[in-house]
């Protein structure tokens, strides 16, 4: 079956940085459309970043400038890039893969404290 493994969460300050990166099998990468959704306590899980298959990027309102999605067909891995860190980011980071059907990670936490 699909697998998706998330890495690259941790505790950082407030205006830190962290990537997050989401490997990918047993999936045809390149035609999935991928994504990193958040879910922090007491909240519904939200979209922060998508990715389509050919590139085109999209982005909550409230990491637009701050975070960047990208992806490497050829590793099979999509990326989150997380600059200027919010207390608010904190949440546990699920990746996604849309081909046919939703498809999940277990999720990395990422905690902004000072």
């Known amino acids: 079956q699909v697998q998706l493994v998330e890495s690259g969460g941790g505790l950082v300050q407030p205006g830190g940085s962290l990537r997050l990166s989401c490997a990918a099998s047993r999936i045809i990468f390149s035609i999935a459309t991928m994504g990193w959704y958040r879910q922090a306590p007491g909240k519904q899980r939200e979209l922060v970043a998508g990715i389509t298959s050919d590139g085109s990027t999209n982005y909550a309102d409230s990491v637009k400038g701050r975070f960047t999605i990208s992806r490497d067909n050829a590793k099979n891995t999509v990326y989150l890039q997380m600059n200027s860190l919010k207390p608010e980011d904190t949440a546990v980071y699920y990746c996604?893969?849309?081909?046919?059907?939703?498809?999940w990670g277990k999720g990395t936490l990422v905690t902004v404290s000072s």
């Open positions: 996604n893969a849309r081909i046919a059907r939703d498809y």
